[in-house]
């Protein structure tokens, strides 16, 4: 079964950072763009990738894969993940049964292994990972179909921006619980709820999570806040209730 390879590709002056004390500015320029062309010459060459999707907002990059007959997606600048989407749905848009997700720096491929990895049997839906040579990354992604696996929400991995959203949204939350206190108004306790509205603008905008994801997003956040909260609960009256049987 063939498969659609989809590239996310961020800009070439960002590229191979971590290089920058051994190479200058355009040596890494250099090297980034010779790796891409290498993987775009193995995926053309090929026979089990039935076409190419890259998604980048470098128009170099942009003029380079046309180049090489890719597809090109606009990228919006939201990071690794939000392209990784964006490739994935303009896949799936194409119809495709099958999607590799490489990366655009990937070094030697060899198009007899791509070949092989593609053409790997494969449950209806699942995801295929390969690993880098020391097994802490990960080299490619098959995924059966396209859409198998969302590159979680889209957002960032941000500590700082996360205790934000968990700080700020309840506050409508806790503020409404004083009405409690009085019987006569505790019926605007429903007012915390316009904390669900504060986590919905907070996590595009701290966390960067596109738009069309908050929801999913929110729902998650709010599924994981329950159990957490039944176990703060939960466990003092198990430890007091294995107290009081002993």
Known sequence: MPALAILPI???EEAKRRLRHHLGPGERHALAEAMFADVLIALRRSSAVQGIIVVSADHVAQQIAAGYGASVVEDLHRGHNPAASLGINAAVRTGAERALLVPGDCPALDPAELGRLIEHPAPPRSVLIVPDRHGT????LLL???DALAPSFGGRKDFNSGFQVAAYSPTAAWVAGVFALLPILSVLTILGLYS???LYLGLPMLM???PERAIGYIIAVI???VIVWVLIVSLPLMLLGTRMWM
Do not use: E, I, M, Q
């Open 10 to 12: 961020k800009s070439f």
């Open 137 to 140: 990354g990960t080299n490619a």
């Open 144 to 146: 059966t179909p396209p």
């Open 196 to 198: 669900l509205y504060l």
């Open 208 to 210: 960067r999570a596109p």
């Open 223 to 225: 599924v994981c806040a």
